[in-house]
């Protein structure tokens, strides 16, 4: 369930109409980042967040907040000095034995309290399914707008924010704006922002706030946590090189072709969102838009056409090379080496070409 | 036990085209579907009925043309359907969307008997927020289960529910208190096909249709793009990169001599990469 695509604004309805912002939310400053730290470590989906957030508080005048949240004082110490060394002026926590793993009620509550009384005008989160979880509920309790999975974040002339995120399954971009309610909330993927850097000895203020919830007053109990298997899952958005495939491979059987190329090159590999579709490949290869963002230094997209929500999935790779038989395929428009050619063909012979260079040269070496 | 699924009808993305000269949305011919993340949601609500008995509601807010969508439900076996449907509802965003869903939720309550569970499918194929499940749980003071893979237990008569549920890293075995709104992860089941009697209830059925006004909305400042704090200010298809890409010729070549070309190329471009290949490839 969700929103609908909304058509472009009518010239009558109050989404053309640019109202004077409610007094109650006029004091409503400075930008937060909702920090996700799970088992004592903070996902760093939230430090990109504060890079970002570094800039638009930059651009509005204001002060840039993290929000931490937890049980062991510790890792929260811990997690608000990364937060003071990635660009945060004042980090604001809630340490209670309720908050030691991520439970809807309790994180709504401690995430709504500070807001009402802080009052951010922006506050950002990570689009996890910690993330997702948590800002659909607090968008909702304070009835304010939240825009989902953004690619981009901008403040526009008026100051407020601007978040730009694909729209109609991925096929075209839409800005989308939250004029007349406070604060403005959005959620972006992990790796869609790129890591700033770190300034050790940085430091802020932090401001602790209680929690006020006792244990038994969530009905919510966590029974077991079953931790995955890092050997069994894909690792695709902190890999170095990439190899995908797309329709252009033609049978699930040619797919073969794009993982013998990634055993050659140490590769992650994975696949537009069609295969996934049709039973291809898993879920969790899916590269694009709904499915893993990737900032590879190497990424070749075989067989792959392109469309926007792809593109908005591999854009920060460091070099994009494209396979594809139609010269006119969208995936031309954004990679940086494009081959005109058909991937099945040309995968076996990359892949031998690869193969062989690299064993001659490690003889040679 | 009475289920209500929460469904929606979304155009089959795999077949949305965009105009090559105006990048405008082309929705002439576009079939419309379930959205499939539902179709989860709605198995799972089958298979528990089927165990513990009831009735399963499929609840959909969308054009009267919806309809299609819901008497698809009842041929899979769902028992009825309600279609919320009102212009009122036109341009509604995610906040809007789960007012006017809840609305018709406590409604269903009164007419069919409370639901302890509703479910949603994680998120939309057009839309891909997950934002309305969440909602829906926070208005109507519902337990909210995210991503959930599996209900490992269910006691109705006291009231608790046992399941797991995808989180970062892991899963999340939960318990928590009825009601429930529950978000199926995909894949965890399979549609079934429905019985012929079902087809024939199907489309013999009355799909029950409600306005704002039947489904209880007397404000109707909430609905709508009225209702909506979020605004879309503009629509647009992104730029070609400022340089195009750089081709490697391919006409009159053999497979061979352009992959060598593209490993040059690639290693002229990112002369690091070079480096780290041969590491790798020293193996450990």
């Known amino acids: ?365 | 036990m009475h289920i209500v699924v929460c469904m929606k009808q979304v155009p089959d993305s795999a077949q949305i085209r965009v105009h090559p000269v105006t990048n405008t949305i082309m929705r002439q011919g576009v079939p419309t579907i379930i959205n499939p993340y539902d179709l989860f949601a709605l198995e799972e609500a089958l298979r528990l009925r089927d165990v513990i008995g009831g009735e399963v509601t499929v609840l959909t807010m969308g054009p009267p043309m919806a309809e299609e969508s819901l008497r698809k439900a009842l041929t899979f076996g769902a028992d009825r359907a309600v279609l919320l449907t009102d212009r009122f509802f036109a341009g509604s965003d995610t906040l809007a969307t789960s007012f006017a869903l809840a609305a018709a939720l406590t409604k269903i309550g009164e007419e069919f008997g409370v639901p302890p569970i509703v479910f949603t499918g994680k998120q939309t194929i057009d839309g891909d927020t997950a934002q309305v499940g969440p909602g829906i749980a926070k208005r109507l003071g519902f337990n909210q289960l995210t991503y959930v893979a599996r209900i490992v237990d269910l006691a109705p008569e006291v009231g608790t529910i046992t399941v797991e549920r995808r989180a970062e890293g892991g899963v999340q075995v939960l318990s928590t208190r009825l009601p429930v709104l529950i978000t199926m992860l995909e894949g965890v089941n399979e549609i079934r096909r429905g019985t012929l009697e079902d087809a024939f209830r199907a489309s013999r059925a009355k799909i029950v249709t409600w306005n704002a006004a039947d489904a209880g909305i007397t404000d109707m400042t909430k609905c709508g793009l009225r209702g909506s704090p979020t605004i879309v200010k503009k629509i647009f298809s992104p730029p070609p990169r400022a340089e195009a890409a750089q081709l490697i010729a391919t006409i009159d070549q053999s497979y061979d001599a352009i992959a060598a070309s593209v490993m040059s190329e690639i290693f002229k471009s990112q002369p690091a990469l070079e480096d780290d290949l041969m590491r790798f490839s020293a193996g450990p």
């Open chain 1, 1 to 365: 369930m969700s929103d609908a695509p909304k058509s472009a604004p009518a010239p009558s309805g109050r989404a053309g109409t640019k109202k004077e912002l409610p007094e109650h939310f006029k004091a409503y400053k400075h930008v937060w980042v909702a920090v996700e730290s799970e088992h004592g470590l903070v996902h760093p989906v939230s430090f990109e967040l504060l890079g970002e957030g570094r800039k638009l508080a930059d651009k509005r005048g204001v002060e840039l907040g993290a929000v931490v949240m937890g049980s062991d004082p510790q890792a929260i110490a811990d997690a608000a000095n990364a937060c003071f060394e990635y660009g945060a002026d004042i980090v604001y926590t809630v340490t209670d034995p309720v908050l030691t793993h991520y439970r809807n009620e309790a994180y709504t509550k401690a995430l709504t309290d500070i807001v009402n009384i802080y009052q951010p005008e922006i506050l950002l989160l990570g689009a996890t399914t910690l993330g997702r979880d948590l800002a659909g509920s607090v968008a909702t309790t304070l009835r304010t707008g939240l825009t989902a999975d953004c690619t981009e974040l901008a403040i526009d002339e008026e100051g407020s924010l601007a978040a730009t995120r694909p729209t109609f399954g991925g096929s075209l971009l839409c800005t989308i704006m939250t004029l007349n309610f406070r604060p403005q909330m959005a959620t972006v993927r992990p790796r869609v922002l790129s890591m700033p850097k770190r300034t050790p000895g940085r430091q802020g203020r932090i401001v602790q706030h209680p929690l006020g919830l006792a244990e038994e007053d969530v009905v919510t109990k966590i029974l077991q946590f079953i931790a995955d298997r890092d050997s069994n899952k894909a690792q695709l958005a902190y890999a170095e090189i990439v190899v995908a495939g797309g329709l252009g491979l033609r049978s699930a059987e040619n797919f073969q072709l794009v993982k013998d190329l990634a055993a050659v090159l140490g590769a992650e590999y994975g696949g537009s969102r069609p295969l996934v579709q049709k039973g291809w490949i898993t879920g969790d290869r899916q590269i694009g838009q709904t499915g893993k963002t990737i900032r590879p230094k190497l990424y070749i997209a075989a067989g792959i056409s392109g469309a926007i929500q792809h593109r908005v999935g591999v854009e920060g790779s460091d070099l994009i090379v494209a396979i594809n038989t139609d010269p006119n395929a969208q995936i031309f428009q954004f990679a940086h080496l494009g081959i005109v050619a058909d991937a099945v063909e040309l995968l076996p012979a990359l892949t031998e070409a690869f193969r062989k260079y690299l064993s001659v040269n490690r003889l040679a070496g």
